[in-house]
């Protein structure tokens, strides 16, 4: 809707072909339905891609701070949250009308629901077979999206294409999704369905402070989310429960300080039921005075909390993700204007192209800067 917008108001003819019988359900969904539609932080050091320097020219030429000015010309009150993260006060309809208002400005052609069967080259243009018969176009902008949430008409068509036209793709995964452990491992923690702690998680160099929650087949929550993205099949976690204190030291001082259980302790820097069960696998007994308790256990089980390693066996894959990681290979693709290098006229923007966004309102931007993008190039 951007990319089809922006190029209408610029005087192209314009037909945007969708496959599904509702727009923008996407945009509908998230933020609990508020739409966290940018962050004010966007640059290309939030984004996953094997050509940073690519993400960095496209999001350069439209910012946050672009879209916002479009949201504040449709009188779309909206509010920032956690880290730059801007949303609707009101619904995520407001979102899609306004772009829906864009295409109108830009006499788009809807068709809709109409699904493209084939693109082939013609002359120095296209052919594409559609439910609603061939069409012809000097240019043909996929924006078909990832693979994430099937239920609302996710499609690989976008990748696939890529493929037919001889272009590189790299191999799509679910990204900004909770991650899953093996069942017995995991049957000590399963009981902590619905726990929730900030906490640091780290795989490899990279880490996030954010807020993590327990499932019963293993971690969601921000955090996990955020990490998920850089984790790799094999890849251990590290995180550190507590990463405000340092609970060694704060054990140490309790003991000296403290009438109270280890366990009454615990809990002022823990949930009840983690610090339970996290004595209970220490062996430790959780109703006896911290006071009576060796120095060294006491350390001990402040490093265990601060420096948890576990080793997830997968994630909950494309129906709990939230974007893909992957896609049409930047490689292929000229950063001005997002067009094929091998084929002229084929643009590709939005979540089919491999760059991934971090959680809070990235991957939109993403969507609004390269749909921009091509909009003004074509």
Partial sequence: MMCAAVAGQRGRRVALIEHAARVGEKIRISGGGRCNFTNVLAGPQHFISRQLGFTREVLSRYTPRDFTALVRRYRIAYHEKHKGQ??????????????????????????????????????????????????????????????????????????????????????????????????????PFAGLAGVALEVRVACGAQHFDEDLLFTHRGLSGPAILQISSFWDSGDPLRLDLSPAHDLGEALRVAKVQSRQSLLNVLGQFLPRRLAQTWVEMQQLPADRRIAELADAKLKALGASLGAWSLQPTGTEGWRKAEVMRGGVDTAELHPATLEAHKVPGLHFIGEVVDVTGWLGGYNFQWAWASGHAVGMSV
Avoid at 95 to 116: F, H, K, N, T
Avoid at 121 to 126: A, Q
Wanted: proline content about 7%; hydrophobic content about 45%; aromatic content about 6%.
């Fill in 86 to 187: 801007l949303f609707c006060d009101g619904s995520s309809q407001q979102i899609i009308d306004m772009l829906r208002a864009e295409c109108e400005l830009g006499r788009v052609q809807w068709l809709q629901p109409c699904v493209v069967h084939g693109v082939s080259r013609e002359g120095s243009g296209f052919r594409l077979e559609t439910d609603r018969g061939a069409l012809q176009a000097r240019r043909v902008v996929v924006a078909t999206g990832g693979l994430p949430v099937p239920k609302i008409g996710a499609s690989d068509y976008g990748l696939r294409l890529a493929r037919q036209m001889d272009l590189l793709v790299v191999a799509p995964r679910p990204a900004l999704v909770p991650l899953t452990f093996a069942a017995e491992p995991w049957k």
